[in-house]
């Protein structure tokens, strides 16, 4: 059974950080893409950032420079760093994983107030 579950959302202040785990099990993650999507209110779903199985990454202009993405094999693991949160990074965030990133997480909320 695939699982994708997603940890680490919460509120934070603007400015600050946050990082979200996704942890997955009932694929093979190695050879996995991984991503981060997240979609706010009365928004579509949207692109973050990607890591590849060669570990090559990707991000939305939006977060480059911002945000980092990383994985670790050996724990089925990945990680979105969030730093310099802004207001209109606040989302649902979901994970995202699998060699066509057909599987998705529940999401977890990030909201970014003061």
């Known amino acids: 059974q695939v699982q994708l579950a997603e940890s680490g959302g919460g509120l934070v202040q603007p400015g600050g950080s946050l990082r979200l785990s996704c942890t997955a099990s009932g694929f093979s993650f190695s050879d996995a893409k991984m991503g981060w999507y997240r979609q706010a209110p009365g928004k579509e779903r949207e692109f973050v950032a990607g890591i590849h199985p060669n570990f090559d990454t990707y991000y939305a202009a939006s977060v480059k420079g911002r945000f980092v993405i990383s994985r670790d094999n050996a724990k089925n693991t990945v990680w979105l760093q969030m730093s310099n949160l802004k207001d209109e990074d606040t989302a649902v965030y979901y994970c995202?994983?699998?060699?066509?990133?057909?599987?998705w997480g529940q999401g977890t909320q990030v909201t970014v107030s003061s």
């Open positions: 995202t994983g699998g060699k066509l990133l057909e599987n």
